[in-house]
C-alpha cells in the first residue's frame, strides 16, 4: 500500500460544470476526510467517513458538494455547477480509528497529494 | 476554530536546531497536542502529539510546558528538505477532525 491516492491531480473546468474527484485511502483505514485548502490558508473540514458512513459534515459544504463512501473504501467528492470561488486543493487523508486494550485508539492522519482544481 | 497561536514565519540555518513555538492558553486537560507540516504541493504530514509528557520520534521532540499551555516543536538538525509549513494543533478526542490554522512557514537556509 503506498498511502493515499487522489484523482486527478489536477482539474479545470468551466463555471457551472460538474467535477468528481476520487480518494482512495490505506486499505486498512476506517476514517476518510476531506479538506479544502486556499493559497495561504491552512487546510479546512468538509467531512468524514467512518466506514460508509458519513459522520459529521462541515458548514462549509454547500448542497452544491456530495460525498460518497459507498463500500467503506474509496470515496468521490462532487462539485456540482462549479463557481470561481470552488477552486482550490482539495485533499483527502484517511486513518485508523481502531480499539486497543480496550479503549479506542486514533492514530494519525495520511494525507494524499490533492486535487486542485481551477474553475475558469 | 484553531485554538493555537503560532508566529506566521521563522527562518533557520541548516544543521541547526529549529524551535517552533505555539501558544495554546486554553488548552483543556483532554486535549492533545498534534504536529503536522505541508511541504510544497503536498498534502500535510504527520509529526508527532503529546499530552502532557515530552516525545520524542525519528522525525522530531515535542517540549510541552507543565501548565500545558505553550509547546515547542524541534527539529534537532534542520536540513533544506524541512522547509514547510507546520500546524500545532489542539484535539480532544478522535472523533473531532483535525482543525488546522494559518502555522508557522519555517525557511532552512544554506
Known amino acids: 500500500d503506498t498511502g493515499v491516492s487522489q484523482d486527478p491531480r489536477h482539474k479545470i473546468t468551466k463555471r457551472g460544470q460538474n467535477v468528481t474527484f476520487r480518494c482512495d485511502p490505506i486499505s486498512e483505514h476506517n476514517r476518510l476526510y476531506w479538506y479544502r485548502q486556499t493559497l495561504g490558508q491552512g487546510p479546512e473540514f468538509l467531512t468524514y467517513?467512518?466506514?460508509?458512513?458519513?459522520?459529521?459534515k462541515s458548514r462549509l459544504l454547500s448542497d452544491r458538494f456530495s460525498a460518497e463512501r459507498p463500500k467503506g473504501s474509496f470515496s468521490t467528492l462532487e462539485i456540482q455547477r462549479t463557481e470561481q470561488g470552488d477552486s482550490a486543493m482539495y485533499l483527502c487523508a484517511s486513518s485508523l480509528r481502531a480499539s486497543g486494550t480496550g479503549a479506542f485508539v486514533s492514530y494519525g492522519y495520511t494525507f494524499g497529494s490533492g486535487t486542485r482544481l481551477t474553475v475558469v | 476554530d484553531a485554538k493555537t497561536t503560532q508566529p506566521p514565519s521563522m527562518d533557520c540555518a541548516e544543521g541547526r536546531a529549529a524551535n517552533l513555538p505555539c501558544n495554546h492558553s486554553?488548552?483543556?486537560?483532554?486535549?492533545?497536542v498534534y504536529w503536522y507540516r505541508q511541504i510544497h504541493s503536498q498534502g500535510p504530514q504527520y509529526i508527532i502529539h503529546g499530552l502532557k509528557n515530552n516525545e520524542t520520534n525519528e522525525m522530531a521532540s515535542l517540549i510541552i510546558t507543565e501548565d500545558r499551555k505553550s509547546s515547542t516543536l524541534i527539529l534537532p538538525h534542520a536540513t533544506l528538505r524541512d522547509t514547510a509549513v507546520y500546524y500545532c494543533i489542539v484535539r480532544a478526542s478522535g472523533n473531532t477532525p483535525l482543525v488546522f490554522g494559518k502555522g508557522t512557514r519555517l525557511s532552512v537556509i544554506a
Open positions: 467517513f467512518q466506514n460508509e458512513a458519513q459522520l459529521e
Open positions: 486554553t488548552i483543556s486537560g483532554n486535549e492533545y
